[in-house]
């Protein structure tokens, strides 16, 4: 019995201490995994990045649409000097596919929020890009810290809608528009009540210099191809001579953002600077001088009302825009700088009606003759029901060059350079003055969340004031777009219709 009772309490006791060993050569209890948190602090769709206090958001759209009857993507009006509008050469729709990636960060610090904002976008567009080819495009990337903000955003001249009180085209003129951002050091106080006022330096370089034209002087090729006078054709007086920028454009800004709407003044400083004066042959010279700087300017007001009788969710946007020597804050966004619209005639080839809407234009030793434009844009925007709204958007845009401008400008036409025809020949009366009307609707189907389908027809309509006829080289860059040359074109008012249908994917 002894020997039993040894035995079984040896092997307990080997138990025991197997059991221990075994324990000790256990791994430590793993780590509990770190899962990415939600940040309520910003709003929806902000998480932690793991590891720190910052929030990230990841967000943007895919968009695929085709424009009709258009002279470029997102329903640009036929208006770009395209002298094979009614011919074989031209598109009679474009579609356009783009992808936007955005990146939000923010971090809270004992100075407030820091923040930084990223915004790319990828496009494939008929007739710009090959078959697995496409464009990048850089909208924002930009740094906010106590009041300041720092790189690529929305101008402080700009409203919160930017160009699109209500309509989908990136054409509606008659106001500003940055939406692809502009580079800035601005600094926004905050007053309290949705009262604010904000003072920014921005460039001019890429973005806000809308053409300074020597019409002295005019290239001896478009596109290597048409003598030059296919340039005066799509509305463009001479040679854009801008200098080297120098100071950027100064903007101020005071705004009542409440529940009620928005009421913003706005205004710019534009420094406009010439380049050299240049010889018989075309060339710049530094020995000949240049014309001296001057200073245009533009202001804004902008109007936008919520909560109207019509419906909830309804909203009146508008904005009026002067601007002198800076025609960019009038005519902003992506359209042109000067237009140039075709059409059927009954004397001679086509009509034609043109206009340039530079910031000013200058010879040969005399002065530099500044623009002056204004302009009005705005909508109403209505919900049906949850998942149908619909827009009725416009724009009214008219420039003037004024007695000296005009003498320019007209003058122009007979220039040649080299022995080559620079100019063209004008019977008829010469007034470079014109404007733009423009009118709109857009109805939306939403119907899940984040994917809307939508269609949108414009009618647009250029106010020419030349009148009798104008015979020129018109190729545009274009061969065998017109009859042999020279050809004349009949001075006419023009107008058209253009439509955009699009889908989008929003997340």
Avoid at 180 to 186: C, E, K, Y
Avoid at 391 to 399: D, H, R
Wanted: charged share 10%; glycine share 14%; proline share 4%.
């Amino acid at each position: 019995m002894k020997m039993v009772k040894s035995l079984i309490l040896g092997s307990a006791a080997a138990l025991v201490a197997m059991g221990g060993a075994q324990a000790a050569d256990l791994p430590l209890k793993a780590k509990a995994v770190e899962y990415v948190k939600v940040c309520s602090l910003y709003g929806a769709g902000f998480y932690y990045i793991p590891g720190t206090d910052t929030c990230i958001k990841l967000g943007g759209y895919l968009r695929a649409d085709v424009t009709f009857n258009g002279s470029g993507a997102y329903n640009a009006p036929a208006w770009a000097g395209d002298a094979g509008k009614g011919t074989r050469l031209k598109n009679d729709y474009i579609f356009r596919s783009r992808q936007d990636i955005n990146i939000d960060t923010r971090t809270a610090t004992e100075y407030g929020v820091v923040r930084t904002y990223f915004d790319a976008v990828f496009n494939w567009t008929t007739g710009s890009d090959a078959i697995a080819g496409g464009q990048v495009g850089v909208y924002y990337a930009f740094i906010q810290f106590a009041g300041f903000t720092i790189g690529k955003a929305v101008s402080q001249f700009d409203t919160p809608w930017t160009g699109y009180p209500g309509n989908n085209t990136s054409f509606l003129i008659g106001g500003y528009d940055d939406v692809t951002g502009i580079n800035q050091i601005s600094y926004t106080m905050q007053f309290g009540n949705g009262v604010s006022a904000a003072i920014s330096l921005e460039d001019q370089s890429a973005y806000l210099q809308g053409g300074l034209y020597n019409v002295s002087t005019v290239p001896a090729l478009v596109s290597g191809v048409s003598p030059a006078g296919s340039l005066y054709l799509a509305g463009v007086p001479g040679v854009n001579s801008y200098a080297g920028v120098q100071v950027p454009d100064i903007v101020g800004q005071i705004r009542v953002d409440q529940a009620w709407g928005l009421f913003q003044v706005s205004a710019a400083a534009h420094q406009v600077r010439a380049s050299y004066y240049t010889t018989a042959t075309g060339s710049l010279s530094e020995s000949l001088g240049h014309p001296g700087d001057k200073w245009g300017y533009a202001v804004q007001a902008a109007l936008s009302l919520k909560n109207i009788p019509t419906g909830p969710g309804d909203s009146i946007n508008i904005t009026a825009t002067y601007a002198n020597g800076a025609s960019r804050y009038v005519i902003g966004g992506v359209s042109p700088n000067s237009f140039a619209m075709f059409g059927n005639s009954s004397s001679v080839y086509q009509s034609i009606a043109f206009g340039t809407s530079a910031d000013g234009v200058f010879g040969n030793g005399t002065g530099i003759e500044l623009s002056s434009i204004w302009g009005v844009r705005g909508a109403f925007n209505h919900n049906w029901s949850p998942t149908w709204s619909s827009s009725l958007f416009g724009a009214y845009t008219s420039v003037n060059w004024g007695s000296g401008g005009s003498n320019l400008i007209c003058g122009g036409y007979a220039h040649t350079l080299g022995g080559v025809a620079g100019g063209v020949t004008l019977s008829g009366t010469c007034n470079p003055d014109f404007s733009i009307s423009q009118i709109g609707t857009v109805t939306r189907w939403t119907p899940v969340r984040g994917l809307t389908f939508s269609g949108e027809v414009m009618y647009t309509h250029l106010d020419q004031n030349n009148s009798g006829t104008i015979t020129g080289s018109a190729g545009g860059g274009k061969p065998g777009s017109t009859p042999s040359n020279p050809v004349s074109y009949e001075f006419k008012d023009q107008n058209t219709w253009s439509g955009l249908l699009r889908a989008q994917r929003t997340f």
